[in-house]
Structures are given as C-alpha cells and as structure tokens.
C-alpha cells in the first residue's frame, strides 16, 4: 500500500488538502496528513484541521508521495520551510510522487525540480512559472511530478493521484462511485 504524506501548513487551502487526503483514503492508500508546526492547524478560511501528527516526527523514507496543498499564506509557508523544500528534492530524485496544487507548485519551483517537466498553478501565478514548460489544464502529470491548478480542480488532482499509485481502473471506479464523472 502506498503512503503519502500531506503536510499542512498555517493559511493552506482547506477543500485542496481534505479533498485530496479522502479521496485517497477512499482509494485505500495510507496517507498522513502532518501539521507543519503544529497538530491543529487553521486553514485560510478559518477551518481547523487536525493533523495525525507533526511534520518533524514523521519518518519521510517509507513514504511514496508527498501531496502539498495550495492557498495563502499556507503554500508560502510551506516554501520557506527548508525541510519541506530538500522533502521535495529527495522524492523528486527518487523518483516518488511529488505533487501540488494552486499556488503550492511555487514549492516545487522553489526547490528546483520543474526544470524539465510540463506543470500548471492557479492562473494568478503563471508567470512565476515563465521559464518553464506551463500548461493551462486542469492537471498536468509530468512523469513522478502532478500539478494542478486550484480549489475546484481537486478532485480531478486527487484522482489523478489515485492513477498514480493505483491504476486508471481504480480511478474510474472510485470517480463512478463519487459522482465524479
């Protein structure tokens, strides 16, 4: 079974982080949701989430993935987080899914693993991305690397995921199953 993490940081965007860790639950993968500084996190709408646990106390090499959700400040946080920027790098290298959503692709830029790879953000941050090979889709997977664009573009991110690790067969069924086609 594969296991991702989703780390959360102060101002994430809440439907990007919860759509994307129930769908994978629903999709039978381990994921652990690890608050950034603390277990109760407030989102940037004001919605507290409780993470399973800290960030720093997670064992980062039996994971597969890491999925960073979007928003503001919460992507920013999370980019200016040494640990969080060398996670990327490290699974980017290993080949391990490295994913994220609305302004959170700032993250992957930050740490320098976009050089070669399509990828898309919310539109306000396309030109943060200039220099590189942006697509204007819904979601664009690059090889290990998924990028997608905003809050109403999660569950197509989260799915997309779930092909990742489990095939396009269980994609389908789980999007029948959610009234997702």
Do not use: W
């Not at 539109?123 to 090889?143: I, L, T």
């Amino acid at each position: 079974m594969a296991k991702v993490i989703v780390p959360l940081a102060r101002g994430f965007e809440e439907i990007e982080a919860v759509t994307v860790i129930d769908t994978l639950r629903r999709a039978e993968l381990k994921v652990i949701c690890a608050g950034l500084d603390e277990i109760t996190v407030r989102g940037a709408h004001g919605i507290k989430i409780e993470a399973d646990q800290r960030f720093k106390n997670i064992n980062h090499r039996v994971f597969n993935g890491l999925v960073l959700p979007g928003g503001m400040p919460g992507a920013e946080n999370l980019r200016r987080e040494e640990a969080i920027l060398a996670l990327v790098q490290e699974f980017a290298a290993q080949e391990k899914l490295v994913a994220a959503i609305c302004a959170a692709p700032l993250v992957l830029k930050a740490a320098g693993v976009l050089d070669k790879v399509r990828c898309t953000s919310y539109p306000s941050f396309a030109e943060e991305f200039s220099a590189y090979n942006y697509q204007e889709k819904p979601v664009v997977r690059d090889g290990n690397i998924i990028t997608s664009r905003g809050p109403g573009t999660a569950l197509p991110f989260a799915l997309e995921i779930v092909e990742y690790f489990q095939g396009e067969g269980v994609r389908q069924e789980l999007a029948e199953n959610m009234l997702a086609k």
